[in-house]
């Protein structure tokens, strides 16, 4: 395996292959979501879901095809999408006289949807989310990060009022980084994108920004304010109490599979695999060492272990090949699985097991009849330690005291140099577009959110030197 | 609402969109799952993936375009599905030098895949299972039962050697029944297909088979053995204990969003829907009666009662809406809701509540301190009941005494006289592909499957009058 620190991008590709979570399909862009990988994504989908429910919203399913005309409606979106469409032209044998697009988000079908469901204020709020594929077909992809076919969730809301809406936004974001940094134990920054970067159609856009190992940016979820776009668009208009017909307010909000390859970016190493244990679809591995001629007796007693682990709601597995112990720690250490158990004749002799840990390589001896417990608190602490270890490396990498073009064009340059890593940089924005793509074409560092609670306030603008509107961070992204 | 004995279609249509479980789609044959109808999917859904997951298969996901050349590798299964399928031919801008499906199931991409993921017996057995979209682009749709595009779940194993798949065949079909009888509350006759009916591809097809209202049948489920086919289309091949290089056996399995449809025509009546307690997202709707002016001590009352049964898991909704009692009832039963209760200030003097049942219209009085307990019990019975109730009516309509093509036709003829259904006829078969065919073309009655455990063993062929080979259910069928 590629070591990261050689070239993090191989040691990606190499590492998902190796630990078997994806596959290449036979069409270009898009993978195969194997079962270590797609279980992954079950439990991302859980732990979104419950919280979606709990906030009142519901899961429907709309189709998947588009007519054409449907894009034109709204003039940004059509814009936005239209070049990574693929067309559905013949059906059955036929020509169609209208083309279908394969779904790249379905705020058109919704909205017209919604055009006939939504009558009163009475209908409001609808509060709808779904569990989709969706395409679109990008230039260059990399599996779960960017594939010409993903699964994603959509929600999609209507309100009677910007206040409503806007508050709908930020529950969703909030809910996102919830999930994002108490599951999957990456740190996130909360804020608004630039205009620039908006959501093709959107008001507001707002996002959680995550950094990866190799110091560049994930957008790992956003939530749009729509405004009344949508609806103007497709004639989403309700009665309201005052007898006055109204457009609704709309919002969108999505999370995808990147979340997986965010995961992988942001805990892996040179071993492989490091997943956090809320996710991880096996949470402790046990492996028998020691003679094997004394195989029999260990065997009994990991058995015994393994039930009261199972029973305790525990994902245990246990690993019986005919293969050297050395052997099989590599393996489920490259898998990423938080916590092994070893068990030998002379661990059982002094009632003990060893119990090391993927995070840190820690090991321990446990008494056995407190192994449960044990385990129990460990896979918590490795949860938090997880989460704490990338927020360190995070801030480590973030610089918050560059304040001019020439400086960060200095701090890049001096970075490639010494061959470490340029990660953020918080900068101060007078709030142009130009100074904005001046930026990215002299450095290549995007605008990833306005944090909502920056580490500093930025006076001056990083590029023209003027007044500072907004507080930014800088990153190359994926 | 059209009565069912008007027009059944009708009362069908009608009912879905009453109760609010779908929308039609603005392309043809697509619909919408709105909340109510996705949630009895997500039910399903759970009852289906938990037997998976218990029974050692997993979830993943494939892409779902496939390329064209794919299709001509197995040659029944081209032709099985190629009128039905929906092409892509552009992508972002360019035509496509090869076409690519959307897919109608995924032997062909997936057979794909498990060439090169299995090289030995220790790679064996591949049990894995995805949750997905697909797509037949059919004449005639009718929503949930056969429409454009629907969800369903596929399963796709590959084992070592005959005996082995179609074990797991069977114990697929066994899954597929346990879920429909003991979950949806739909009898069904576990069999075997025709050849004339088998998937396009397989070597033996089994299927489960329930009546619907109207008499007709429903394929509810099916399982496939594939024998060697799609391994020798796809080069499937694993080197063996013995050192000799073999084609793995592949099944497949499939239930779609049609058991919402079933569902409907099964426990539906002239009030709407009925849904089983272990299906129905609400299980208990609670409904004060009685002056208005006494509301307050009752909304106190309720939501006591409502607390305790949602702490006692039980899916429990207030109707305090400003409508009367008597609508509210309507709206519910409509619904299918299993059970309703009633509270108003003479029964909260009297310490009790009126329960009604949707399955039998009776009502009771129960006492509260024992309202949970009571609803619980009730819900149970309510389960074992609307089984019941549709396996006597579906053995009160079928036939088993007709023992020739002309008995048959009079038969038929007698019902539409008659105004009663024509149900199910057992029938011996001489295993003849022309006696199949004729019966289905005079009387439009076709081979639904051969029961592995019929009521009775039938002689002679109901068509030629030969020694029959077959004991068969035939019927008109969705
Ligand atoms: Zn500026
Ligand atoms: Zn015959």
Redesign the interface.
Same mark, same amino acid.
């Given at each position: 395996m590629t070591p990261q620190s050689e070239n993090f991008s191989r040691w990606y590709l190499d590492t998902i292959r190796k630990a078997d979570l994806m596959?290449y +399909?036979? %069409?270009r862009g898009?993978? %195969? #979501?194997?079962?270590e990988g797609?279980?992954l994504?079950?439990r991302i989908q859980q732990a979104m879901d419950k919280r979606f429910k709990e906030t009142g919203h519901?899961? +429907?399913? #709309?189709? *998947?095809?588009?007519?054409e005309s #449907?894009f034109q409606k709204e003039k940004e979106h059509v814009e936005g999408f239209n070049?990574? =469409?693929?067309? %559905?032209?013949? %059906? +059955?044998?036929e020509k169609l006289e209208e083309? =279908?697009a394969?779904r790249p988000t379905s705020e058109t079908?919704i909205g017209? *949807?919604y055009s006939?469901?939504i009558n009163s204020y009475r209908d409001l709020p609808v509060l709808?989310n779904q569990w +989709?594929?969706v395409f679109r077909?990008e230039k260059r992809t990399t599996p779960f990060l960017r594939t010409s076919?993903f =699964?994603w969730q959509e929600g999609h809301t209507a309100h009677a009022n910007e206040e409503e809406a806007r508050q709908e936004t930020m529950q969703m974001l909030e809910i996102y980084r919830e999930v994002v940094e108490e599951v999957l134990a990456i740190p996130v920054w909360k804020g608004q994108k630039t205009p620039s970067e908006r959501f093709a159609g959107a008001v507001d856009t707002y996002s959680i920004e995550a950094m990866m190992k190799d110091g560049k940016a994930v957008q790992a979820g956003t939530s749009h304010y729509l405004g009344d776009k949508f609806a103007k668009g497709f004639e989403i208009k309700f009665l309201d109490r005052d007898n006055q017909l109204k457009y609704v307010h709309t919002t969108s909000w999505g999370t995808s599979t990147r979340l997986i390859g965010s995961m992988i970016m942001v805990h892996g190493d040179d071993k492989g695999l490091a997943v956090p244990p809320r996710i991880s679809p096996t949470q402790v591995i046990m492996i028998p060492v020691g003679p094997p001629n004394k195989r029999q007796a260990v065997i009994e007693k990991m058995d015994e272990i393994f039930f009261a682990l199972k029973d305790a709601g525990v994902r245990v597995k246990t690993d019986l090949r005919e293969e050297t112990p050395g052997w099989k720690f590599n393996e489920w250490e490259m898998r990423g699985v938080p916590v092994r158990i070893e068990i030998g004749p002379r661990d059982i002799a002094n009632n003990q097991v060893v119990v090391a840990r993927r995070d840190t390589g820690e090991k321990v001896s446990v008494d056995i009849d407190n192994a449960v417990a044990a385990v129990q608190q460990l896979l918590e602490d490795i949860q938090v330690n997880m989460l704490n270890k990338a927020r360190a490396f995070r801030d480590a990498n973030s610089h918050t005291h560059i304040n001019s073009l020439e400086e960060l064009k200095a701090h890049i340059a001096k970075a490639e140099q010494d061959g470490t890593l340029g990660g953020w940089v918080l900068g101060g924005w007078c709030g142009n577009d130009d100074c904005e793509s001046k930026v990215k074409e002299e450095t290549s560092f995007t605008t990833r959110n306005i944090p909502f609670d920056p580490p500093v306030e930025k006076d001056t603008c990083i590029c023209c030197g003027q007044k500072a509107e907004h507080t930014v961070w800088f990153s190359r992204a994926y």
């Open positions: 596959d +399909a036979p %069409v898009c993978i %195969v #979501f194997k079962p797609y279980e994504w079950e519901r899961n +429907a399913y #709309f189709p *998947m095809l588009i007519p #449907f070049p990574e =469409l693929p067309w %559905v032209t013949e %059906v +059955a044998g083309r =279908l394969l079908v017209h *949807m006939q469901w709808i +989709a594929n077909w076919e =699964l």
